[in-house]
């Protein structure tokens, strides 16, 4: 059921790779709550994923983006707002990826170089897509700018290697540069910790099935969707939330506040 939750809003959602993809929901959501987007990946997630279809359905434009690229993120701004008609109100960065847990590189063998494109990529890159809207003045006032995030900005989980760092890196950016654009356009910058969900990228962690069902025992309510995830990204992107800024908010069925649940004590005493 839609509720026109933002209708007449303009924004750019970022990293809708295939239908598993928390943006590609989000995407799905926000148009029918009556907003409108441009869409954008970099060059060869655009040719990997099905980002053409999901413009179909949303009546979207794709822009192509390399996020780490302050040249490519300044024609993606400018060009936004052209193909919108005005400035933006709200934007989703859903961008995350590391070499070394690709080529499951152990944390005490990280390639350096890649280690840096790592936190380029899915933490860096959210601070270069904030700094070009504030360059281009692309931001209306009381926007919104959410970034996906994960509990292992906080907490050690094997395998999930550098991507930790990344993380952390991308809370500490919402929190400083929530500041800094909430005094300039009143404009609040947000992450959402998300439930392990079975994106493909999510999936293409080391041992994922066994993070995943742990989750689930972690959680009174279990596991938050993808779905779930992109209804709360509407949320955020809304008018509900306008004075909420600079929160790492969890979205994970209440895993972060549990201790040990029945379920967990019953599976250990078998």
């Not at 004075?243 to 250990?268: A, K, P």
Request: glycine share 8%; charged share 20%; net charge neutral.
């Amino acid at each position: 059921m839609a509720y026109n939750l933002l209708k007449g809003k303009r924004g750019i959602i970022f990293g809708a790779l295939d239908e598993n993809s928390i943006a590609w929901k989000t995407a799905l959501k926000v148009k029918q709550e009556g907003a409108s987007f441009t869409l954008t990946n970099a060059p060869i997630a655009l040719r990997m994923g099905k980002i053409n279809e999901l413009a179909g359905m949303c009546n979207a434009e794709v822009i192509a983006a390399d996020a780490t690229s302050e040249q490519d993120l300044h024609n993606l701004f400018t060009k936004s707002m052209e193909v919108l008609g005005g400035k933006l109100d709200f934007v989703l960065h859903s961008i995350g990826m590391s070499p070394n847990v690709r080529k499951d590189k152990a944390y005490g063998d990280l390639n350096y170089d890649w280690f840096q494109k790592t936190l380029d990529i899915s933490g860096l890159s959210f601070h270069k897509v904030m700094q070009t809207a504030e360059k281009t003045d692309a931001m209306n006032e009381w926007g919104s700018i959410v970034a996906l995030s994960y509990i292992a900005a906080q907490r050690t989980f094997p395998d999930y290697s550098d991507m930790a760092q990344a993380k952390s890196l991308l809370e500490s950016i919402a929190r400083s540069y929530g500041y800094r654009f909430g005094k300039l356009k009143k404009v609040r910058v947000n992450t959402i910790s998300q439930s392990p969900t079975k994106t493909t990228a999510g999936t293409g962690i080391s041992g994922f099935d066994v993070f995943y069902d742990y989750a689930q025992m972690m959680s009174p309510l279990g596991n938050a969707s993808a779905e779930d995830c992109a209804n709360y990204i509407v949320l955020m992107f809304s008018d509900y939330s306008r004075m909420v800024t600079m929160q790492n908010l969890m979205h994970d069925g209440g895993f972060s506040s549990t201790g040990i649940t029945e379920e967990l004590i019953e599976r250990l005493t078998k």
